[in-house]
């Protein structure tokens, strides 16, 4: 469906509202699950508008619009309990309420015993309504739940035609739990060979709302059998085996069970499915991912009661890569060390962008994933009522629209009134690699970088030539790096020997090749110190604490025997940063190599460019300005007899902060991610009581 505008949206809406609800009452019990059915259609529509929208003002402003508009109080009713009205479970009593209904059809619907007349209607006719499908499925579960059903279950086959529609809108997940419906015994049997695959006790893990637990060790049991490795295919096809067996995996762990399923935010939610399916695959991938078991809650939580005091935490991400649930356990940890009091705990909860819901002048959330603080599982739910924001760090979002989202998602919270960590305005300096050469030039003298040219676009092959041939006349080493202007991680950074005239003319076609999307910065190779003869480079992190910029931790990264480029992207590989500076390849000038340790005062110098560069960075800004946390990329250089760090790059939104270590060389490092930017966290709640 095209976009509309809100107001087209509106009327979208009040057309969709069944006319039956609105003209006279149902004839029975069917044509009632056929309007509670169609309004559940419609909740999924609106439910997935801040998706499709990309904007998390959406709900309130179409809900503000429908206050104001000359509707009849049915209509109306309706619209505004469907844009920022209750749960699913709640439609059915909606139903029954307003058209004056006795409250045995809710019952029926919401408790399954209305499973009988709504499966002898459907083997009847068909199943060729979509408004049907929903009721079908959520009697269906409670009927299979309760004991006493079971046996009725056993002897009879349900036999049910399908109507291609139907088909299309439930997938081959549901014509798959049709098949087993026809002969409930194969139901019991795949409950035994499922439960002697995994060990579980399904009765008791269902009892604490963990299908999504089952579903999870499920997948793990079959990825096995994989020898592939890559993620991205073994997601895909995680997500597609949860798909098709979803239906059957549910029913058959039901079966007898006493315990109710929420369809609507289990089986029936793509995100619920693929949610488990990814934490499935990168437990697989990464057998050494720190935390507990992830838990994809069915029931909502209400925030009091999970965390009833303290500072609320809000790491904002748009995709879970690189481990971000990983993050979120190793912040909780560094919070919990840090615990002051009751009023200045700090409760981490990393949060979906668009599952924010703003309001006015306010910030919602409605749904998040967090350390559960009894439990000590991660668990991600909705919040009923949402949860109150205190804080804001933005971080894990999509490589191809980093800026774009940054500055949108940093508008959404400043414009509310909260602070955060890196706002875009200041993340900008870093983000532009040219801003960040001007800021930390013209700070200190101490802060050594690379030098480079910058190309704009549009720039003519003949002045690439030009500038690069006498660029190259002044380095020693006679080998450069191409980089896009804006951009992480080494995505799209090339290293040139540029000696050779083929190599050279490769070098300007790969400038022109960048110039197409963004402005280019050529540099000249820096680092001449490695870790066993292995291209190294540092990531440290350093983060404001209220007074002072200090260094959270680090990691480094190594390249392969191939490359001179360290990231991951170019087949590089992450080592703790403490066992890296024990091991440092030192090249003497007459072409001998000796290893050794970085020494105290060259560890305080690199310590201290860190710390320069966090203020550098933030010059002639507020500190409510101030990018607060970000990610150094260094390489070191031995001058003399003595190591001296040379500055790379700045991130904004720096990754990879599952592997931070204190930096300490000689010793392993305790994991810290953000302690010293909670300190001022608390010292900023502090000074607004």
Sequence with gaps: MKYLEERELIDFLIREIPKDLLAARPAGFIDYCRIVGKLWLMLDWVRELPERYEDV???????????????????????????LGPKYRDIPFLVQRLLNLPEEYALKLVQGHGFDELLSYVEREGLREKELAYPFLLTLYNYVSNKRNLGLLKERGIRITLDRSVERFLGDGFKKLLVYLERPANLLRLKETVSRWLELDYSELLRRNRLSYVLNAFVKHILRLEREADFESLYEKSVELLLNLRFILALSLLIGSEDKLDVFKTVLSKRFISRVAYTAVEEHVNKELPGAPFIVCQEPYNPRSVFSEGINFIVVYDTLKNFFRGVIWDASLDAAELYYS??????????????????????????????????????????????????????SLRLYRERELHEKISSYILSSGYPLANPYFSARRADDKMLTHF?????????????????????????????????????????????????????????????????????????????????????????????????????????????????????????????????????????????????????????????????????????????????????????????????????????????????LEVNSRPSGLTYLRRISPGLEGEANVMKNLFKGVVKFSRARM
């Design 57 to 83: 003002e959406i709900h309130h402003r179409l809900f503000v619009l429908s206050r104001n508009l000359n509707l009849k109080p049915p209509i109306k009713d309706i619209l505004l309990t469907i844009l």
């Design 342 to 395: 009751e009023r200045d705990k700090i409760n981490v909860i990393g949060v979906y962008w668009k599952d924010l819901e703003k309001a006015g002048n306010t910030l919602n959330v409605r749904r998040g994933m967090f350390v559960h603080p009894r439990e000590g599982l991660m668990v991600e739910a909705d919040f009923t009522p949402p949860l109150e924001p205190d804080y804001f760090i933005i971080l």
């Design 439 to 647: 800021y930390l030039e013209s700070y200190n003298a101490e802060i050594e970088m690379p030098r480079y040219l910058f190309f704009r676009k549009n720039t003519s092959r003949s002045c690439i030539e030009r500038e690069l041939k006498a660029f190259l006349r002044d380095l020693y080493t006679k080998r450069i790096v191409v980089k896009p202007n804006h951009g992480t991680e080494g995505l799209r950074v090339k290293c040139f020997s540029a000696i050779s005239e083929g190599e050279f003319n490769r070098a300007v076609d790969y400038v022109l090749h960048l110039l197409r999307g963004d402005e280019v910065l050529v540099e000249e190779y820096r680092g001449n110190v490695t870790y066993r003869g292995l291209a190294l480079t540092l990531r440290v992190v350093v983060s404001w604490n209220g007074e002072s910029f200090e260094v959270e931790g680090g990691f480094a990264q190594v390249a392969s025997p191939s490359s001179h480029i360290t990231s991951l992207t170019h087949g590089g590989k992450v080592i703790n940063i403490n066992h890296a500076l024990s091991h440092l390849t030192l090249s003497k000038s007459a072409g001998t190599k000796t290893e050794r340790p970085i020494e105290e005062s060259e560890l305080k110098t690199l310590l201290d460019t860190c710390k320069r560069v966090g203020y550098a960075i933030n010059q002639n800004l507020k500190e409510g300005e101030y990018l607060k946390y970000m990610g150094i990329d260094l390489v070191l250089e031995l001058k003399g007899e003595s190591l001296k760090p040379v500055v």
